[in-house]
């Protein structure tokens, strides 16, 4: 694979680390496909698999980072029980994903 293509690629796993990393001392990344976050991202920040995310302790002083593009399909497709009011947005990606950050 090409440095060109390698970037493109991955360039929205990129733009959401470098922005997490930017803004965030202490931070957890939300989303659906955990292991190309894990795999292509530094430690600098975590990771949890969608279908916990009610299970996260929300009092302690981390940022949540929510990514995602279609909540509805993933409410109906894991039978999540989640909205987005406890979320504002802070980035739109490639393809209608958005990076949304829980408010404190």
């Given at each position: 694979?090409?440095?060109?293509?390698y970037?493109?690629?991955?360039?929205?796993v990129?733009?959401?680390?470098?922005?997490?990393?930017?803004?965030?001392?202490?931070s957890?990344?939300i989303?659906e496909?955990?292991?190309?976050?894990?795999n292509?991202?530094d430690?600098?920040?975590?990771?949890?698999?969608?279908?916990?995310?009610?299970?996260?302790?929300?009092?302690?002083?981390?940022?949540?980072?929510?990514?995602l593009?279609?909540?509805?399909?993933l409410?109906?497709?894991?039978?999540?029980?989640?909205?987005?009011?406890e979320?504002?947005?802070?980035m739109?990606?490639?393809?209608?994903?958005?990076?949304?950050k829980?408010?404190?």
């Open positions: 694979m090409s440095g060109l293509e970037q493109e690629r991955f360039k929205e990129q733009m959401v680390s470098n922005y997490m990393q930017a803004n965030s001392s202490k957890v990344l989303c496909n955990i292991l190309l976050y894990q292509m991202c430690d600098d920040f975590s990771v949890c698999d969608i279908r916990l995310c009610n299970k996260l302790n929300t009092s302690c002083q981390t940022d949540y980072y929510l990514l593009s279609d909540l509805d399909y409410k109906e497709r894991y039978s999540l029980n989640m909205d987005l009011q979320f504002y947005p802070v739109i990606l490639d393809e209608g994903k958005y990076l949304y829980r408010k404190n």
